[in-house]
């Protein structure tokens, strides 16, 4: 083979060499990623939610990959989080923040880098933010408010457990059910805590509101596994069903076991599957250079023992073999 001939081998093999190397790299930039960072991803409310992220991204042609920063304390890791997908220059980003203020920052960081953020739930304190998918907290539990008047005839003494602070949905949570509550002079709120999601926590907690004050007629739970945890200590303290009404938010096995059994009165359910798909469906239109509302919010429903066989809860629903 003449020197020529060589050479002209080697420069065909270079080419086809970078060639497949430009597509493969072509082929890693393009691929289509929507992040979702959690801060509790272990709460069974968020195993229901993943079900949504992920089927909807499945649908929609794009990779779901979910972020757990391990706690609703732990903004760092979270921040974390965040700043590695941003470097990976993901399609998209929704977020479940673990603090209202301090994922600030990190979004705006992410924004700037063209990254879109859709928060679920919760909001972070910026207008950087591409957009909210939520549901109507300061109303739900206004109506678990409405409820307990109703039932206890606008009289009795009322705790609060009231969940994680430093959070925008805990406040809306909190101020609604306070403030319908004020109109009753009969009705005070005699003990309250902001705690973790945890059982365990929400069962210590409850236990020494009992302790301070014996005749607690109602609970406020932030959501079902802290509703769990003050069941778990009414039981413990000799009560009966119903003895101390526990009013609370979203509806996991566990949460409607507890209402079918007449330990927990009401629950206001914000379709959690529908919200997830919700958050991805915005974050891929905004991917995809489209303009997104600002606010999307789902529908809430009030379930009762009385009610609860009758609500359509397909929002929520997750197939059977979902792990």
């Known amino acids: 083979m003449s020197y020529r001939s060589l050479i002209r081998g080697a420069l065909f093999g270079l080419t086809a060499t970078v060639a497949i190397g430009g597509a493969i790299a072509s082929a890693a930039a393009q691929e289509k990623e929507i992040a979702v960072m959690l801060p509790a991803a ?48 993901v399609s998209g980003i929704v977020l479940v923040p673990s603090s209202s203020e301090g994922t600030a920052p990190v979004v705006e960081k992410a924004v700037a880098a063209g990254i879109p953020v859709v928060n679920d739930g919760i909001a972070t304190k910026t207008d950087k933010v591409t957009g909210f998918v939520g549901e109507p907290s300061y109303v739900m539990t206004e109506l678990l408010a409405a409820y307990a008047a109703d039932k206890l005839g606008g009289k009795g003494d009322v705790a609060m457990l009231s969940g994680p602070s430093g959070l925008d949905l805990t406040l809306f949570r909190v101020n609604g059910f306070k403030d319908y509550l004020s109109k009753y002079p009969g009705m005070k709120v005699v003990a309250e805590k902001f705690t973790s999601t945890s059982s365990a926590d929400a069962l210590t907690t409850m236990q020494d509101f009992l302790q301070a004050q014996p005749d607690l007629k109602a609970v406020y739970a932030f959501n079902g596994p802290i509703a769990i945890g003050a069941v778990q200590a009414l039981r413990a303290a000799g009560k009966n069903p119903g003895d101390v009404l526990v009013l609370t938010t979203d509806m996991e096995s566990e949460t409607k076991r507890l209402i079918d059994e007449g330990w927990i009165q009401a629950t206001i359910v914000s379709q959690p599957v529908t919200m997830a798909r919700l958050a991805v469906q915005r974050a891929v239109e905004a991917a995809e250079g489209k303009t997104i509302p600002k606010e999307t919010l789902t529908q809430a429903t009030m379930i009762t023992k009385a009610t609860v066989d009758g609500v359509d809860l397909s929002g929520q629903t997750v197939p059977a073999d979902w792990k």
Do not use: C, H, M, W
């Open 42 to 89: 272990g709460d069974p409310y968020f195993k229901l939610k993943a079900f949504g992220y992920t089927d909807e991204g499945k649908k929609l042609g794009y990779k779901v990959t979910i972020y757990d920063a391990g706690g609703y304390g732990n903004l760092q890791k979270q921040v974390s989080q965040i700043e590695d997908v941003i470097t990976r220059k």
